[in-house]
């Protein structure tokens, strides 16, 4: 099993849909997770940090299962704007720190 | 408040020769890690510098080494370059020892021939 796995997509949504995602990782001892976005050609921006508790950023709600070794990122009324990959990000600790291959989502007119 | 910058932004290299490319974190940012990013695949940890000191690294070779500067900038240095090495070379930046949220500059892309 791959230590953090992602579904490749893409994912073809219509605008104003709602979609969500999830990364399975491998490790138990992972200790903080992220989602980070990333533009074609273009560097990683973090999207938001996942806690425990679960978060959520307006229209983006990230939650963290920790007994079945996942994270989701949950996108609501969906934009044009919101078309990229979807970068999920597992810290194991002090020396690992491990990015899946990314999501491709594209929102469709 | 300046993001995180890198230089080159492109670069070509053959077989055999070596590259540094620099990074100067975000304002108020300590700790800089690389990444290596080939097309289609996640950024891979190369390694993170903080207090001047690489403190965890990756799976790479010794070939890839690098510093930190007393101002927090970084440089990335990659030896006897390989085809394997083109890719996209990202640079983060964070507050604090360790891997918290992180802020990339735009990269620079090594094409190796």
């Known amino acids: 099993r791959k230590e953090v796995e992602q579904d490749p997509g893409p994912f073809n949504v219509p605008e104003g849909a709602t979609v969500a995602f999830n990364c399975t990782y491998s490790?138990?001892?992972?200790?903080?997770f992220f989602w980070y976005r990333q533009d074609c050609r273009k560097e990683p921006k973090l999207l938001m940090s996942v806690y425990s508790s679960g978060n959520e950023d307006g229209r983006f709600t990230a939650q963290l299962n920790r007994a079945s070794q996942y994270i989701s990122l949950l996108i609501r009324d969906s934009k044009l704007s919101d078309s990229a990959t979807y970068l999920c990000?597992?810290?194991?600790?002090?020396?690992?720190?491990?990015f899946g291959k990314g999501t491709r989502l594209h929102i469709l007119p | 408040d300046a993001g995180v910058t890198q230089s080159p932004t492109h670069l070509i290299k053959t077989r055999g020769q070596q590259v540094t490319l620099r990074c100067s974190p975000k304002?108020?940012?300590?700790?800089v890690s690389w990444y290596q990013q080939a097309l289609g695949q996640g950024p891979q940890f190369i390694f993170q510098y903080y207090e001047e000191e690489e403190r965890q690294r990756g799976n790479f070779p010794d070939r890839f080494s690098g510093h930190q500067f007393p101002n927090y900038s970084s440089e990335l240095n990659v030896n006897a370059l390989l085809l394997g090495d083109s890719a996209l070379y990202l640079c983060?930046?964070?507050?604090?020892?360790?891997?918290?949220?992180?802020?990339f500059g735009p990269g620079t892309r090594l094409t190796v021939t």
């Open positions: 990000v597992v810290n194991y600790g002090a020396d690992k720190i491990i």
């Open positions: 490790n138990s001892a992972s200790q903080s």
């Open positions: 983060a930046s964070s507050a604090g020892q360790g891997i918290y949220e992180q802020y």
């Open positions: 304002s108020g940012h300590d700790t």
